[in-house]
């Protein structure tokens, strides 16, 4: 008897599959705008000179490889906290809130959704579009999978009076993902004004917000990527925040994530710390250390978070001057909302038969909504890549 022999063929992952196609492509000349990775003017993912002195120094000092706690690096999530939610604010607020490093931004989601799922029993709210793998880590969480307005796909921007017209509807309890900054796969944000009315209507609809914070530093800045978050903080609302140091740190391999959960009190912040640390015991037990010591490390020592700072700085000056670049190669009049995005990504606005073109013809790769990883350009390949979308 052969037990594995009726395991389906599972489809490939839509935007990992992209990645193995663009390997296995011979042409010179390819271009792969499809996965979400930082990439230099050399096209390459970096290790960030910051992160290899933080990993010298800890060479030094490391003694053990002790298994961390179930919730993590203390030291970690206390810079992490600052850092997300501001130093006033995290000083006023930490005792309200269960802190937990993850094994990554997704493992963030993944146990965050497993908390709602039993403690809360309410659907998830996604934005339209969102991250495609968001549908399916919480449908694995077992949460019911809704969708709210959020892109206008005609005029390029922020649909925020159809988001706001849904979301009113909802009731009370119910969760809804919202991403801080740099929205995946748009790159269109809410102006800080809408975020003021957004919190108001969760505050009094009692929603529950779920902030995925993948992209801090890549929008604006630290501080003002954080803004919405340390907004409705200020307003006491109860909230998660699952968090990712994959892109702002260059950390990808590391596994390198955090989630908070804001409660009401410090004794409801210490009930579910008390559940959740049960979550993750049977989950992966506790998380990776080395990512987490190296993050902590360059937080919590000035001179290598200034350099780290600036290294950031760098990445996000390449990215918003790759956008500049190729709206004046394409043409402001049909894409100029590349220019007013931020973060890494953006749509083109082609549909799937010129997305086929492009890679068929031209060796460009995307994913088939024309959603487009600026981080895939440089002063070279650019030219090329622009004349083959405005050809097709």
């Known amino acids: 008897m052969h037990f594995f022999t009726k395991v389906p063929l599972a489809p490939p992952d839509p935007i990992l599959g992209l990645t193995v196609a663009f390997q296995q492509d011979v042409r010179a000349h390819k271009v792969n705008l499809g996965v979400g990775l930082y990439k230099t003017e050399e096209l390459k993912t970096p290790v960030l000179e910051s992160v290899k002195a933080a990993e010298a120094a800890l060479l030094r000092v490391e003694m053990s490889k002790e298994y961390l706690p179930i919730e993590g690096e203390k030291q970690y999530l206390e810079q992490m906290g600052a850092l997300i939610f501001g130093r006033e604010v995290w000083g006023r607020e930490r005792e309200r809130v269960a802190s937990f490093q993850t094994v990554g931004g997704t493992?963030?989601?993944?146990?965050?959704?497993?908390?709602?799922?039993e403690e809360a029993e309410h659907p998830i709210w996604l934005s339209t579009p969102t991250w495609p793998n968001h549908r399916g880590v919480f449908s694995h969480c077992g949460l019911k999978v809704e969708f709210y307005p959020y892109y206008d796909s005609v005029h390029h921007r922020v649909d925020f009076d159809s988001m706001m017209a849904c979301l009113q509807t909802l009731h009370a309890g119910t969760i809804v993902l919202l991403h801080a900054s740099c929205h995946n796969p748009t790159g269109c944000d809410l102006s800080l004004e809408q975020w003021r009315v957004l919190s108001e209507l969760f505050r009094t609809n009692h929603l529950i917000p779920f902030f995925d914070f993948a992209y801090q530093g890549f929008g604006v800045g630290l501080e003002e990527d954080a803004e919405p978050i340390r907004l409705f903080a200020k307003e006491g609302l109860e909230m998660l925040v699952a968090v990712s140091n994959a892109k702002n740190f260059s950390l990808y391999a590391e596994r390198v994530g955090s989630l908070f959960i804001a409660a009401e009190s410090?004794?409801?912040?210490?009930?579910?710390?008390?559940?959740?640390?049960?979550?993750?015991?049977?989950?992966?037990?506790?998380?990776?250390?080395?990512?987490a010591h190296v993050a902590s490390h360059i937080l919590s020592t000035p001179p290598l978070r200034k350099q780290w700072e600036g290294e950031l700085m760098q990445m996000r000056e390449r990215i918003n001057a790759m956008r500049a670049l190729l709206v004046q190669r394409l043409g402001a009049a049909a894409f100029g909302h590349l220019g007013d995005g931020r973060g890494m990504f953006g749509f083109l606005g082609l549909n799937k038969s010129q997305v086929e073109r492009l890679t068929a013809e031209y060796g460009i790769y995307m994913p088939s909504d024309g959603r487009i990883n600026v981080c895939g350009l440089n002063r070279q390949n650019i030219d090329p890549v622009a004349e083959a979308i405005l050809n097709v």
Request: no cysteine; net charge positive; aromatic share 6%.
């Open 107 to 117: 493992g963030a989601l993944k146990i965050g959704g497993t908390f709602l799922k």
């Open 266 to 291: 410090t004794q409801s912040a210490q009930r579910i710390v008390s559940r959740v640390k049960q979550m993750i015991r049977t989950n992966y037990s506790n998380p990776p250390m080395h990512g």
